[in-house]
């Protein structure tokens, strides 16, 4: 881990450009289905319902799980991950772009989730987009996301499948202080793992998932 406070460098590009070197790599090591912790939404929702993917990468498995009963649009600026999404998820609506620019309807969604995400945008971002994310929901639209335990300074590594990342986080407890402010009732708060498949050797990271209602 290396601290990542070098001004000449803007480490959004990196992460998109990152993203766009391992796409194949990373698609390859994701789980192939989801875990029970979908269930969360899921259960809570009808049929046809609206949901917004926020960095949804590949599309799987977490756009290709919905997208069998939902009507899914996914966001991510790494042109490769969503041109793989388009082709894993033919069914599904993806957007190539910044989810801190991109135009979206307001209170359009029935619910948005956002796996493994948003530690990939520099954190003093993360109170405008969950702001943004509560204004594209409906009223009583649902929030179901992973975040991070720890606050954490941002940092790179050099290795993430052969390429410099970047990742940038609060803790959970602030975030928890955030979501209030932004209008999000928290329902529920639980845990999941790195969400790669058996076969990649990764350390037994852990990350909190909240499930939240736009109040």
Not at 114 to 129: G, M, Q, T
Request: charged share 20%; proline share 5%; with cysteine.
């Amino acid at each position: 881990m290396k601290p990542a406070n070098d001004s000449k460098i803007n480490y959004k590009d990196l992460v998109q450009r990152g993203y766009d070197s391992c796409a194949a790599e990373y698609d390859e090591s994701r789980q192939r289905k989801a875990g029970h912790e979908l269930t969360l939404l899921t259960s809570r929702l009808h049929d046809g319902a609206t949901i917004l993917d926020v960095g949804c990468g590949a599309g799987v498995p977490i756009a290709q799980t919905l997208a069998q009963r939902f009507a899914v649009t996914g966001v991510d600026f790494s042109r490769e991950m969503i041109n793989r999404a388009r082709a894993n998820v033919p069914q599904a609506t993806f957007i190539m772009g910044d989810i801190m620019s991109v135009k979206l309807p307001p209170s359009h969604f029935n619910a948005a989730v956002a796996f493994y995400s948003i530690f990939h945008l520099p954190r003093e971002e993360h109170p405008e987009l969950l702001r943004r994310i509560h204004g594209w929901l409906k009223p009583g639209g649902y929030f179901l996301a992973t975040l991070s335990y720890l606050d954490e300074a941002p940092y790179t590594e050099d290795d993430f499948f052969g390429v410099t990342m970047y990742w940038s986080n609060y803790g959970l407890g602030d975030y928890k202080k955030i979501m209030a402010e932004v209008g999000f009732t928290l329902l529920e708060t639980t845990v999941v793992g790195h969400g790669y498949g058996v076969e990649v050797q990764v350390s037994d990271e852990r990350h909190p998932l909240v499930f939240a209602q736009k109040s």
